[in-house]
């Protein structure tokens, strides 16, 4: 029953990640294959370097949906995921700058990213059985950090 549980818990944390780390993939993606008017969007929003900051945009996606999907450093991964979207949210979603609907659907898409940066931020302070412990890992569990 233990074992079943452990097994159970590992498969539920390798799922997370990858679900986390879907939409970083496929922005990663989508934004590359759209390098020059995203490029455009970020300069209108008055950015400076706005092409290498892109690159380093699409970059840091990648690094880590790619550590989240393979599990090595995902931790770091997820902490670099989650200052990523710090700026990212309130460049694009800064729904108080917005009024009607635009405002709302601009506040979902806020709320969505601090959603997704709890779970990224409950990712990089991965707790552990043994009552919550801090750095206490499964044993016989491969952790990459």
């Not at 706005?50 to 393979?70: P, R």
């Not at 990712?123 to 919550?132: A, L, P, S």
Request: aromatic fraction near 10%; include cysteine; glycine fraction near 10%.
């Amino acid at each position: 029953m233990i074992r079943t549980r452990e097994s159970q818990r590992r498969a539920a944390g390798i799922a997370g990640r990858w679900l986390l780390s879907l939409i970083f993939l496929i922005s990663a993606v989508q934004t590359f294959r759209e390098f020059h008017s995203s490029a455009a969007d970020l300069a209108e929003k008055h950015v400076p370097i706005a092409g290498v900051i892109l690159g380093l945009a699409v970059t840091v996606e990648l690094l880590g949906a790619i550590s989240l999907i393979t599990g090595l450093w995902y931790r770091w991964g997820a902490l670099l995921l989650l200052l990523f979207l710090i700026p990212v949210t309130l460049t694009y979603h800064a729904f108080w700058q917005y009024d009607g609907p635009r405002r709302d659907a601009q506040e979902i898409h806020f709320l969505k990213n601090l959603a997704i940066a709890g779970g990224l931020l409950l990712t990089c302070c991965k707790y552990e059985r043994g009552g919550g412990t801090p750095g206490r890992h499964d044993e016989g569990a491969p952790d990459h950090d």
